[in-house]
């Protein structure tokens, strides 16, 4: 569904051509795409961090589930952060 959603976002046929995912310019659009139509700037702001991990990775913000890889998720975002000069 994703790819079918995405792809019409886009402008591209992403669900019969997922390939041009690697192209760097399709790529970020997916990926802003993705980020605009899921609403995920509400979680980001306040930078939860789990609930941006948990509605990417399991679908919902509000699952109870923790993502696979959230430590590291949140130590390099942590350090993104500084890098930015953010607070």
């Not at 979680?43 to 509605?55: G, H, I, M, N």
């Amino acid at each position: 569904a994703n790819y079918e959603r995405i792809g019409q976002l886009i402008g591209q046929p992403l669900e019969d051509q997922p390939c041009l995912l690697i192209e760097p310019e399709i790529g970020a659009m997916a990926a802003a795409a993705f980020w605009r139509d899921n609403s995920l700037n509400g979680y980001a702001d306040p930078r939860d961090v789990l609930a941006v991990s948990r509605a990417i990775n399991l679908g919902n913000a509000r699952s109870r589930a923790t993502p696979n890889g959230m430590a590291d998720r949140t130590a390099r975002t942590t350090r993104a952060l500084a890098a930015l000069g953010a607070r």
